[in-house]
């Protein structure tokens, strides 16, 4: 309403006048003239936009977890009420919350061009050419249990991981740091491999993105609904599922931690024998070939 009044005051009409006609005080007026944007709606638009940054990170977050990002990275303290009135009002709602009848949420855009097109072995002739990644889950008893995996294309051999009780966009960008950080200490350079993922949410954020750039990888994005394109990590989910997963009923997320690790690191990595790395297994096949083939990535 007081635009409204500043208006037509610069058209010749006077305040006092406008102000009889609105029924309002002209004392409230002259005030908002001085200072039109009060302290409290900066508040607001500074928690506003710290929710909506994480938001964008974490589209499965929900009000109430948007509150502890907002408060940890944007520094930004409110109640969980003042943040589902902000959030209601922009509708920032988890994907996961419940379906709203008559609207079907689409899969997010991808934020890169497919670069792997299901080439899952012949584009990778060497290490650190193709990893491709994905985040799978599994119910114990203290609830579910997440993993991000980073597997090399080249060897089968999974360079990086990260597990944690959220699936958050962090999860990616741990496994993402661990497996450059992996490689840099065996002396393989990773400059220049490309990243396969599907359009999940953590791997479309702007902390996995941001990740790939740090390190200077290339990302690379399947298509929607077309797990054949992202093959070559789930036959590894597959034996996850098989071999660990459901072997037996989880009571803590640490004991399915520990076995899954234990199976990795004793089992997939050391024991089982690939018929496509003639019949060695991961750590055996990237032993021999390293050295005899190339570590760059390919051409873009």
Known sequence: MYPLVRELAADGI??????????IARQPYYRWVKNPVTTAEYAQAYRANALFDAHRDDPEFGYR???????????QVMS?????????????WSVFGKPRRGRHRRPGPPVHDDL???????????????????????????????????????????????????MKARLAVNALDNAVAAR????MPVAGCIVHADRGSQFRSTKF??????????????????????????SFWALLQKNVLNRHRWATREQLRTAIVTWIHRTYHRRRRQARLGRLTPIEYETIMATTTPQTAPAA
């Open 14 to 23: 006077p305040v006092v006048v406008t102000c009889r006609v609105l029924k």
């Open 65 to 75: 977890l948007l509150v502890d990002e907002a408060r940890e990275h944007g520094g």
């Open 80 to 92: 969980d009420r003042t943040a589902w009135a902000i959030c209601s009002d922009n509708g920032w």
């Open 116 to 166: 792997v097109n299901r080439q899952f072995t012949t584009l990778a002739t060497g290490p650190n050419q193709v990893w491709f990644t994905d985040i799978t889950e599994h119910k114990t008893g203290e609830g579910k249990l997440y993993m991000c995996a980073m597997k090399d294309a080249w060897s089968g051999r999974i360079v990086g991981y990260s597990i944690d009780s959220r």
């Open 184 to 187: 840099a200490a065996a002396g």
């Open 209 to 234: 993105i941001t990740a790939l750039r740090r390190h200077g990888l290339r990302g690379s994005m399947g298509r929607v609904a077309t797990c054949a394109d992202n093959a070559a990590i789930e």
